[in-house]
Each structure stands twice: as structure tokens, then as C-alpha cells.
């Protein structure tokens, strides 16, 4: 049975002899030992990184503190986006949960047909209340952007009123003009 198999008695190369080998090879340090240099360097390396480890672990908080200062913007707005699509999952989720209901889904519809018809007659049928929603619509842009001198400067400004005012002459003419069909056909 010996005859059959037989083991390797030697043993594995250890990682210094690995590394003894490897420098020999390179030309980097005589067999069997290392400068003077390399080893102070090592020490000096190993007695640094040491005082590393062992400030880190006498006060971990101060290097938490350290992180969140530096990069305190960039975990806040990853948190948001986070949240942003997780709420929007959510919603997504409640309005599928909505519309599977038999009776709420048609319900909605109903609804939302409802405002539309509401919208048309309060704001498109008539031309004041066409000028009034066309009001409401500039004050809401002006809250937004600002008023028009501060983005376009005084300079252009007369230029930019004369076409905004042909503009909505322009629309206001072909609503009349739509409305006024449409009561001729009813």
C-alpha cells in the first residue's frame, strides 16, 4: 500500500523565504537579511500606523465627526434621493391599490371629468374670464421667475411687452373665435 502513494515530505516555503526569493531575484537585498534602511523604514512605518490604530480606537467619534464634516452634503442628498424614491414607490403603490378597488377607479375618472368640464366653463368660455385666468397665469410666473426687468433688463423690455401683447391678442382672437363657432354649432 506505501508502494502506491507516496507523500511529499517537504513542507511549503514560508513568506519570508518566499520573500528572501523574490528580492534575491530582483537584486534588492542580500540573501537572508535586509538593509538597515528597509528595516528602519519599516519600523517607522509599523510604529506610525500603530499610533493610527490606536488613536482610532481611544476616540472612533472623533473620526465619525471628522467623516461627517467632510462629506456631510453628499450623505444628506444621497439620504433625500433615497427617501424621494422610496416615497415615490409608495405612492406608486397606493394609487395601483386605488385603482384595483372596483367602485374608485370610475369614481376618480367621474371626478376628474367633473373639474375639466368646471374648468372650461369658468375660465375658457368667456373672454374676461380668459383674461382673468391669463392674469392669475402671469402673476404665478412673475412669483416664480421674477419680474421681467430683472431677467430681461430695461433695455429690451419695451421690445419684449410689444410681442408678449401681440401674443395674447393673437390667442385671445382665435379663443373668441373658437367659442364663437362653437355657439353656432350648438
Sequence with gaps: ???????????????????????????????????????????????????R????????????????????SIIINLAIAIAAIFAVKVVVNIISFITSLPLLSPLFELIGFGYSAWFV??????????QELSSKIEEIKQ????????IVGESNM??????????????????EEAAHDSSLRA
Excluded: H
Excluded at 531575484?25 to 512605518?45: H, K, N, V, W, Y
Excluded at 419695451?158 to 379663443?175: H, P, Y
Design 1 to 51: 500500500m506505501s508502494t502506491e502513494t507516496q507523500f511529499n515530505t517537504q513542507s511549503a516555503p514560508t513568506d519570508d523565504q518566499i520573500v528572501e526569493e523574490v528580492m534575491e531575484d530582483l537584486g534588492l537585498a542580500p540573501t537572508g537579511q535586509f538593509s538597515p534602511e528597509i528595516d528602519a523604514r519599516r519600523r517607522m512605518a509599523w510604529e506610525r500606523d500603530q499610533t
Design 143 to 150: 412669483s416664480i421667475l421674477g419680474t421681467t426687468e430683472e
Design 53 to 72: 490604530i490606536q488613536d482610532f480606537f481611544d476616540d472612533p467619534f472623533k473620526y465619525v465627526k471628522e467623516f461627517w464634516q467632510q462629506y456631510k
Design 121 to 130: 366653463y369658468r375660465y375658457l368660455l368667456k373672454a374676461q374670464t380668459r
Design 158 to 175: 419695451r421690445q419684449l411687452s410689444n410681442k408678449v401683447e401681440e401674443i395674447k391678442q393673437g390667442v385671445m382672437d382665435a379663443t
